[in-house]
């Protein structure tokens, strides 16, 4: 678990209102929508990062983004790594878990 890392201000300044420092650079992320169409046509778009192409808005923002598939081919344990422009940025995601409705 990260340990916040105090702040401390110049003699001469105040403390500050907010200040968050943390060792620790992982973290998790969850999210969720309703899709209008049934889970048999969306599971494979999800669990298969070779697909995400075809419908995440990531990744268009950069044309010459570098991917690297690892681990199994899709679900649990599949792995997808990217490298790109500033927006785009670089990050690792790997599905732990992944069942079909």
């Known amino acids: 678990m990260p340990r916040p890392q105090p702040c401390h201000p110049a003699h001469d300044e105040p403390p ?31 669990v298969d990062f070779r697909r995400w192409q075809e419908w995440s808005p990531w990744e268009g923002v950069d044309p010459a983004m570098r991917r690297t598939y690892s681990g199994a081919p899709s679900g649990r344990g599949a792995v997808y790594a990217w490298s790109g422009n500033r927006k785009a940025g670089q990050g690792r995601m790997e599905i732990t878990d992944a069942k079909p409705d």
Do not use: D, Q
């Open 16 to 46: 500050p209102l907010l200040c968050v420092r943390m060792t620790n650079s992982t973290f998790t992320v969850e999210r969720s929508t309703t899709v209008a169409a049934p889970p048999s046509a969306v599971y494979p778009l999800l």
